[in-house]
């Protein structure tokens, strides 16, 4: 077992640690199981649960590896798993994979040439997403950063197939142009 995982904090409030980060580099993993490798936020003692870590596994067919966040089935607060990129640069990755109550965010473009897939969490993006496959299954959602008075955001998803069961969406609602009445907008007179 390798882990990372949070821990709940002590006295009686507060909240749960989140998950740390762990990477893999490997040339044969034959006979180890990447099952026991965990990231896991926990639940604190206020009954707040604190965001998923990162996986990040590299192997020698794996030219940029695999990112994944997964949160042990404890859905987390909004976007608790910033995935680190600056807005203007790209993060290359082979497969991301946002997992088990896990809600990442990342404001830079995605590209992956292999799958996206989003099972029982939240990914939301700031950026361009370029995936060879996109799977959103099992109440998963995938949405873009809110709007401010000085940055707009879209899903801009570029796939060759995608998937959405009937459980799952993409939902920006309330992430457009900021309303009339909004502290932020620019334009107060219009909306």
Avoid: C, W
């Amino acid at each position: 077992t390798i882990s990372a995982n949070g821990t709940p904090g002590g006295g009686t409030t507060g909240g749960g640690g989140s998950g740390g980060r762990i990477a893999i580099y490997y040339q044969n993993a034959t006979g180890f199981n990447f099952a026991n490798v965990s990231t896991f936020g926990v639940i604190g003692p206020n009954a707040t649960v604190a965001g998923s870590g990162t996986v990040y596994l590299q192997g020698p067919t794996r030219e940029n590896g695999e990112l994944v966040a997964d949160n042990n089935n404890l859905a987390a607060p909004s976007l608790s798993t910033p995935i680190l990129g600056a807005s203007t640069s790209t993060l290359t990755l082979s497969n991301f994979r946002v997992r088990r109550g896990a809600r990442a965010k990342l404001d830079s473009t995605l590209n992956l040439a292999g799958t996206l897939e989003i099972t029982s969490a939240e990914f939301a993006a700031g950026n361009r997403i370029l995936a060879d496959t996109t799977t959103l299954n099992t109440n998963a959602v995938l949405t873009h950063l809110a709007t401010t008075g000085t940055t707009t955001f879209k899903v801009d998803l570029h796939t060759e197939s995608l998937t959405i069961d009937s459980t799952s969406r993409v939902d920006v609602t309330g992430l457009g142009f900021l309303g009339q009445a909004r502290i932020g907008n620019p334009f107060p007179n219009n909306g």
